[in-house]
């Protein structure tokens, strides 16, 4: 009788420990932190997806710290971990690490930096226009650019070593006189869903596997890809120059390493003697030797020419700098 009455107490005992003991959990940690509300406020959180294999993987932010494993940014890490049940005030579960079962390389990790359109539906573009960008912001969860025209950015919804899906983007509304894509340009890229990153560049596929994009890597020592064709001056140090068909303008070949163009007057051309995605020298201008009833213009520009040591490329629009970071000449592709 005895021996009867003591058995379901154990059995129960034994269901009770059972419920409250420890298990033992697989997932994969990702190469990089993203930004994510914790208690505290906006915090950086791991890239988690609880599960073995990386197919059709889900990874969410997870502000808990896993007690005893290693971050390591741009690796994945496979780990074992043993998971015990959020108690009494505490809100999440405590993670403390068994063993780390599988390291290797973040692909998403490859996404970050400065991207510039090569083709688009097959097509390669034609690089007198302005050639839509894209940055990605992977802490942030973020993508933006220029369309050819106007500024975007859009949230990255999902983002896994394979596969990738963004909000809808918003941008800036300026109706632009010059030849652009971005109507194109746009509509492609709210169908991506897949994307690959090999040798520096970037390609796009939508839900059909299709390819749909293909951008370049931006290289900080090689010069921005958006830097070539022709620009029409608007600015002599900051004073803004009337729209002529005679202003001065000037067209970059990147692969010759040449300018050439009009300086309000003659023709020129110049060898580009240093040339990054920052730094810009052009060498000696050789011009015809017309004589306009107005030189003062052309003699500005190649004045003003040989000042400039910097530039940057800001949408449509190509700002030259001195040696202190001042505007000496302003362009509109």
Request: proline residues 3%; hydrophobic residues 35%; negative net charge.
């Amino acid at each position: 009788m005895k021996l009867r009455s003591v058995l379901p107490f154990v059995a129960g005992l034994v269901i009770l420990q059972s419920c409250s003991t420890p298990k033992n959990e697989v997932m994969w940690v990702g190469g990089m932190k993203t930004e994510c509300d914790a208690e505290a406020g906006k915090t950086e959180c791991l890239n988690v997806y609880e599960g073995e294999e990386l197919k059709d993987e889900k990874w969410q932010g997870m502000s808990a710290d896993i007690e005893g494993f290693s971050f390591e940014e741009g690796f994945m890490k496979k780990i074992e971990v043993k998971k015990e049940e959020a108690k009494g005030n505490e809100t999440s579960p405590k993670y403390t690490l068994v063993k780390e079962l599988e390291r290797k390389e973040d692909p998403r990790m490859h996404l970050n930096g400065q991207w510039v359109l090569a083709s688009i539906n097959g097509k390669n573009i034609n690089k007198m226009i302005v050639l839509p960008t894209m940055k990605f912001d992977l802490k942030a969860k973020l993508i933006s650019g220029n369309g050819g025209c106007n500024l975007y950015s859009a949230q990255i919804d999902e983002l896994s070593t394979q596969n990738i899906k963004l909000s809808k983007n918003a941008g800036t509304l300026m109706e632009c006189a010059n030849e652009n894509m971005e109507n194109e340009y746009h509509t492609v890229l709210s169908e991506i869903a897949k994307y690959e990153v090999k040798n520096e560049k970037l390609t796009f596929h939508n839900k059909d596997g299709k390819e749909t994009m293909t951008f370049i890597k931006v290289d900080p020592s090689q010069p921005n890809p958006a830097l070539g064709g022709m620009w029409m001056s608007t600015r002599l140090m900051g004073d803004t120059i009337i729209k002529a068909d005679n202003n001065p303008n000037i067209t970059f070949d990147l692969d010759k390493m040449m300018v050439a163009g009009k300086d309000g007057c003659n023709n020129y051309n110049a060898s580009i003697e240093t040339l990054s995605n920052a730094d810009l020298i052009i060498g000696q201008i050789a011009s015809t030797k017309m004589m306009c009833p107005n030189m003062d213009m052309a003699d500005k520009f190649t004045e003003l020419i040989a000042k400039v040591v910097t530039y940057k490329v800001v949408g449509s629009e190509l700002i030259m700098m001195d040696q202190d970071g001042n505007e000496v000449l302003a362009f509109v592709k």
